[in-house]
């Protein structure tokens, strides 16, 4: 009877070693997932910031080129009323300004 139960035990044995190096893989493996998603989730905070910035920058950037059409379009004016003057004097100073 002895002789029937140790190629069980031996069976039973190498089941437990197979399912303790399973394990070992699994934990690993585990360890391995925790870790990228660590890194991950570092890599997600700091994109996430880089992406704040960026965004204040390109307000920023809008602004600065809203205001300068704004200034741009209020000289196209004055450059255009001043040569308005200039056109009127140089008529008038070489005598066709009455006619």
Known sequence: ML???TPLIAQ???IATNT???LS???EVL???EEQTRQNAI???TNTQAL???TEDVASLTD???NAIEILESDREAFREEIRRIWEYLLKSNGHGGV
């Open 20 to 22: 303790s190096e399973t």
């Open 12 to 14: 039973v044995a190498q």
């Open 43 to 45: 890599q997600q905070a």
């Open 64 to 66: 600065v080129v809203t």
């Open 25 to 27: 893989r699994h934990n």
């Open 3 to 5: 002789n029937q139960l």
């Open 52 to 54: 704040a910035q960026l």
């Open 31 to 33: 360890a391995q997932l």
